[in-house]
Each structure stands twice: as structure tokens, then as C-alpha cells.
């Protein structure tokens, strides 16, 4: 159990602390000179049962809250000091509304110089204490009157500590690490060395960690959880690393930087929460507003981003949005305390709920949505109201990272939630089953109607089929599903497009016909030789962009293929000539050939013999070395026909085109499933 002090300056706190554990917490030259506590201090009580308690002595005085700030955060019980003579004073109302903010809600109040007041005295003050605890966590909580002097009440105090760790609630190791660095020296034959209480998740020896929010990678080289060396630190215990690594010194990591497991290491600096500003200020938030966020050790300026429609009055609670002057490391839950710039004075204070908020449309209802869905603590119930809410899917990944679930923790999430998970590039996005289901639909019948509408083309392209469906999901994500659909046999992906399974592409009746006109032009005697588009456009008094048209759609249909800019071969003459080159290879005696005898073998002249060796070599199936060629054997498919043995295939499969290695001529660059950036979608008869 940790425990942490809290209490105006001068009213025994360090002092009590020392009467319990008999270590002076007062370590700086200055605070002995002073008589004053400046910086957190720490000290170690054994208990009975074998285990330890861990005290965290934080300074009363109002110029140094920051400091009790670093050391608030993580302990379990909290010692409230307050003077008999003084009764409660301006610090200890401030400690009290950072114990309330920070939800710590077990702990008990000591009356500390009870020996120099009268029995009327002390009612007086008790009664003034039960009245201040009224409205805070920390209501029901004991006072017990001590003297450090006399020594009264000092050993019923320890023996309720004692008893208070037999109730507390046990940390839980799930979770990954994550511990705030409160210190940070250097030990003379050790080295670096941080310290600080572990928020979650466990540590062993020989662990690789990163310091956040730096990045700093390091090694745990020894661990003393508790003032006890041990191979294993543990959530709930104030633990000090020995950490080695490059860039590891003490100049590199100071308080407020965060040890943790590297999974975890994503710093933000613009983060979505749940706010309320305290009772006693005198002004609302507005908009903008600039405060100094206290999270963990970690202090840095930050603006306050009203997610309302109005500025928040004192005593109430609303969600904002903190915008960080630089990035912090932190988890979803995680709370804060927001002090005035000029550090006199706590305003308020919360818990962090979404650590990626948005710049933009960040107070829009379906953001809203997701906050109240955010701000349920339990990640089953999170993940659960997150899937019912637009977009209808979570990324799994970065929900899991930014509440520090282990990889067990995720996995019972899955299974609990009976979603369907989709594993897309480091991301794993996961959507209701009921929403999957309806996805699934909805791209079937959009698939369907575009069918019908459009028989000419092989498809939808995969980014207009996404954006027309709900939920709509992430590119790399959408790719997986469509790639699940596929692999059941419900679409098929035809490079950039997507189609049902048995969609065949079909000519319309004019397209039919032109191409009874053109393939006779193209094929026979002048197969080797074809007119560009330009030529038959001529010959048959058609407009040449229909005639370019047309033959883009039969090549994605595997008729023919397009060796070079507007000139096209039937599929059959290409495969011909893949034959020939092979003749001209065996005929070699190192089985490379020259253009010059492929050209002797096509009758075809120069210059088109070069374009369609050319064409051969952008798709492998030759290798060109200065004027030589040679066939590459495991290429020759490409374009080769079928053997009798072989099944006939139709379609664009049959294509070079719908291959994922596909990539045409000219400095054209392939695109997703091989289509490069010139072959646009053909228009439809109906689309002109």
C-alpha cells in the first residue's frame, strides 16, 4: 500500500512520518535549513504480515503544490495532517480538492499537536474537519488526534495503517507497465536510476523498456520494489530501475517522464476529457482558457477547449478538450488536475477519455456519442456503447493501447464481445457482428445493382465501393474484408475493381458490333502488324476515342493487349509471337536472339518489332542485356495459350492486366492489383 501525506505546511506531516517509519523524509540541504518540506519525500514501513508500506511525503507549502502534485498520483491511502493549534488552513482545503479530484478515497485524518490544546479545543477542530470532509471523498473518514511529543496516538495510527493495507484493494499486474518518474540520480557503480510508483501492469529484470515521452529505449537491469531488491515490480508499489541503454543518463530523463512497456509509447498532446472546475472559483471556464494540467509527475501549459455551448460554472462538470503545449504520456482513465498559470491555485481537475481527439468537428453529436461511450471505465462496456455509435467500428489496436490492455486483456475483450475482428496493417478494427452482417449485405446488392446497370465494366473500383457503404470503414481495413469475401467466394477482386463472383463483362450491342468491324482488321495476314487506333478510327469512319475505348475494355477482357500507346494485338497473335521468340531462342546456341531476328520471323519492320520486344521485356517474359534478348521461362504464361490440358479461362484473369504484376509502358506506374494510373474504368453506352 502507498500512502501519501497531505496538509497545510508547518503542521507535522514530515515530522508524523518519521514518528511512524523513523526515516527522516527532509533529504535536501535546504529543507534541513528551512525546517520546511520542498520536494517529495520518501519513506518505508514493514508491516506484520511481511509486506511494506510506502509513504510519500509531499511539502505543504503553496509555492511548491507541484511538487505534492508529482506525488499524489498513484498512492492508495492518504494521510490528511491537520494541526489541533491551526486547525484547517488554505493548503489543506487545496490538498483535500486534489485528493478529491484525483479519486483517492480511502484514508484517515491525523490531529497532529493534540498535546498543546485543551479537550474543547480539539472537539472544536474535529467539528471543523468533519465539515470540510463532508462534500469529498474522504467524508467517512477517521480522526485520530497524535502527538509526536507525547507520542499519543502514534502507535494506534501505524496499527490502522497496518490494518487499512489488509483492506485496500490488491493492484492487479494485468495490464502493461507503466510507472511515473518522480526522481531520477545516478548511483556510483550502479548508474542511471528512476524512480516512482508503477500505475499498471508488472516489470521484471532483463525487460526492455521505453522512457516516454522521449523515447528513450532502455534495459531493466535491477529492481527495488519497496525499498527490497527483487527480480519483479508490481502495479500499486513504488519501485526503483536501474536502466541501461543508449542516451540513458540522468540529464535525459527528468520527473514526469513515463517508464513503460514499448507497446504503450505514444505520446499526445491533444487529448478529450471529462472536467469540473472546482466550487470555490469565482470565474467560469471559457473558451481557450490557458491552466497549467498536472498528470502523473508530469507537468505541462495546456488550453482548455470548451466541448459545450457554454462556458463551465463552478461546480459543475463538462467535457473539453486539453491542447498540450508538447506531448505526454498516458492512458484513457488516467486523472489530472488543472492549477491557474500563475501555480496559486487548483480549478479543477478530471480523467482523461479519448488520448486521439480530433482538431476537427470535435463537438458534433456523433463525437459527443463517442465521449459518453469513452467515459465508461469498464473497456467491456466502452468497447460495447463505441460499436453502436458512428463509425461503427473501433480500431482495436489503439483502443487497447491507450487503456494499457495486455495482449490477454484484448483477447477476453474479443471473446466477451462476439464481434467480428478485422486485421488490417497495424491496426485490428472491429465491428458488431450485426454490422458486419449488414456491411456484407450492402456491398452485395451495391455490387449488384452496379452490375446491372453497367455490364461493360469488370467492376467497381475499390474507393468509390467504399464510400458508398456504411460503416465505412479504413482503406487498409476495407481491403482485409473485401479480401475475407473473396477468399469465401462471394466478389472477386479483379486488380482495382471489385465484382460478384460471377460477373462476366459484356459488350453492349453497339460495342458488339464495332468489334465484329475491328477484329478482322486487326487479326489475318496484318496480325503482326495492326493499325493503330487512329488508322482504324479512319477505315471506319468512327470517332477515334471510341474506338480506344472499345479496345481497352475488350483487352480487360483478354482479347486483346496494348504492346504499345494505341496500338493493340489480338490475344492469340500475342501469344503466337511469344512462340516465335521461343523458336528464335532454341534456335541460338546460348539461346539469346536479336531484334533483328525476331523482326526477320514477323515480317513486321523495325520499329514495331522493337515495340513489341519492349512490351516483353516490361513484363519479364524476355531479358534484355545491351542487343541481346533471352526468354525468361517463368514469365511465358503470361501470354501463352492454354494447353488442352489446362483450363480454359475467362475473363480478365486471362489478361496480363488483371495480374498484380502488371504494368504498362511509358513511365506508368501500377497502382493497387496492377492496374497502372492511365487505364481508367471504360464509360458505359448509358454514361455518354
Known amino acids: ?134 462534500t469529498t471523498t474522504l467524508a467517512a473518514a477517521d480522526i485520530l488526534p497524535v502527538s509526536t511529543v507525547t507520542g499519543e496516538g502514534v502507535d494506534d495510527l501505524r496499527q490502522r495503517l497496518f490494518a487499512a493495507s489488509q483492506t485496500i484493494h490488491v493492484h492487479s499486474a494485468q495490464g502493461r507497465f507503466r510507472l511515473a518518474v518522480d526522481r531520477c540520480f545516478t548511483l556510483p557503480g550502479t548508474g542511471t536510476v528512476v524512480t516512482g510508483t508503477v500505475l499498471s501492469g508488472a516489470v521484471s529484470v532483463g525487460d526492455r523498456v521505453v522512457v516516454s515521452p522521449v523515447g528513450l529505449d532502455a534495459r531493466v537491469r535491477s529492481i527495488h520494489a519497496q525499498d527490497r531488491p527483487t527480480e519483479r515490480g508490481l502495479a500499486g508499489q513504488r519501485c526503483a530501475l536501474n536502466l541501461a541503454g543508449d542516451g540513458i543518463t540522468k540529464d535525459a530523463i527528468t520527473r514526469g517522464a513515463m517508464v513503460l512497456d514499448p507497446a504503450l509509447h505514444m505520446p499526445t498532446d491533444r487529448i478529450d476529457a471529462v472536467f469540473k472546475l472546482l466550487p470555490g472559483e469565482a470565474k467560469p471556464v471559457t473558451q481557450w482558457m490557458p491552466a497549467r494540467l498536472h498528470h502523473a509527475s508530469a507537468e505541462v501549459g495546456a488550453r482548455i477547449v470548451l466541448l459545450g455551448d457554454a462556458p463551465i460554472a463552478p461546480g459543475t462538470e463538462a467535457p473539453v478538450q486539453l491542447v498540450l503545449e508538447k506531448p505526454i504520456a498516458a492512458a484513457a482513465g488516467d486523472r489530472f488536475v488543472l492549477r491557474d498559470t500563475t501555480a496559486q491555485r487548483t480549478i479543477g481537475g478530471g480523467r482523461f477519455l479519448d488520448l486521439r481527439a480530433p482538431a476537427r468537428k470535435r463537438r458534433t453529436p456523433e463525437r459527443l456519442a463517442q465521449l459518453a461511450a469513452y467515459a465508461l471505465a469498464d473497456p467491456q462496456a466502452a468497447l460495447a456503447a463505441l460499436l453502436e455509435r458512428p463509425p461503427y467500428y473501433v480500431d482495436l489496436s489503439s483502443f487497447a493501447r491507450d487503456r494499457a490492455l495486455a495482449e490477454d486483456d484484448v483477447a477476453r475483450l474479443i471473446e466477451a464481445s462476439q464481434a467480428t475482428v478485422v486485421p488490417a496493417p497495424q491496426a485490428m478494427l472491429m465491428l ?51 479480401q475475407g469475401l473473396a477468399k469465401a467466394g462471394e466478389i472477386a477482386l479483379d486488380g482495382a475493381w471489385v465484382r460478384l463472383a460471377g460477373h462476366e463483362v459484356r459488350l453492349t450491342p453497339e460495342d458488339e458490333t464495332l468489334w465484329r468491324r475491328i477484329a478482322p482488321l486487326i487479326g489475318g495476314d496484318e496480325r503482326f502488324r495492326p493499325p493503330r487506333v487512329r488508322d482504324l478510327a479512319c477505315s471506319l469512319d468512327v470517332r477515334e476515342p471510341d474506338v ?79 542487343d541481346l534478348r533471352r526468354i525468361n521461362k517463368h514469365r511465358l504464361d503470361l501470354f ?49
Do not use: W
Open 1 to 134: 500500500m502507498i500512502v501519501g501525506t497531505a496538509g497545510h505546511i508547518d503542521h507535522g506531516k514530515t515530522t508524523l512520518v518519521r514518528a511512524l517509519t523513523g526515516v527522516d523524509t527532509d533529504r535536501l540541504k535546504e529543507e534541513k535549513a528551512r525546517g520546511i518540506s520542498i520536494d517529495l519525500g520518501f519513506a518505508y514501513l514493514p508491516a506484520p504480515d511481511g509486506s511494506v508500506l510506502g509513504f510519500v511525503d509531499v511539502p505543504g507549502h503553496e509555492k511548491f503544490v507541484q511538487n505534492m502534485l508529482a506525488g499524489a498520483t498513484g498512492i492508495d491511502f492518504v494521510l490528511l495532517v491537520v494541526a489541533a493549534d491551526d486547525g484547517v488552513m488554505p493548503q489543506t482545503r487545496e490538498h483535500l480538492a486534489i485528493v478529491d479530484l484525483l479519486g483517492i478515497e480511502r484514508g484517515i485524518v491525523a490531529l497532529t499537536k493534540a498535546d498543546l490544546v485543551s479537550p474543547e479545543r480539539r472537539a472544536a477542530v474535529v467539528e471543523e474537519i468533519r465539515q470540510t470532509l463532508s
Open 548 to 626: 480506344r475505348r472499345l479496345l481497352k475494355l475488350v483487352g480487360r477482357m483478354g482479347k486483346v493487349d496494348e504492346v504499345a500507346h494505341d496500338h493493340f494485338f489480338l490475344r492469340a497473335t500475342v501469344a503466337e509471337m511469344v512462340e516465335i521468340i521461343v523458336d528464335c531462342a532454341g534456335a541460338a546456341p546460348d539461346g539469346q536472339f536479336t531484334a533483328a531476328q525476331f523482326r526477320d520471323r514477323v515480317d513486321n519492320g523495325r520499329k514495331v518489332a522493337i515495340q513489341i520486344l519492349e512490351f516483353f521485356d516490361r513484363h519479364g517474359v524476355t531479358l534484355r542485356r545491351g
Open 432 to 482: 458488431s457482428a450485426a454490422r458486419a452482417l449488414s456491411l456484407k449485405r450492402a456491398l452485395l446488392d451495391t455490387l449488384t445493382h452496379f452490375h446491372a446497370d453497367h455490364p461493360d465494366l469488370p467492376g467497381i473500383g475499390l474507393e468509390p465501393l467504399r464510400l458508398q457503404l456504411s460503416p465505412r470503414l479504413p482503406a487498409p481495413g476495407f481491403i482485409v474484408f473485401l
Open 640 to 688: 501463352r495459350r492454354p494447353s488442352e490440358a489446362e483450363p480454359s479461362v475467362v475473363g480478365r484473369e486471362s489478361s496480363p492486366v488483371g495480374r498484380p504484376d502488371f504494368k504498362s509502358g511509358r513511365g506508368r506506374e501500377p497502382v493497387l492489383g496492377g492496374f497502372d494510373s492511365l487505364s481508367l474504368p471504360p464509360r458505359s453506352r448509358s454514361a455518354r
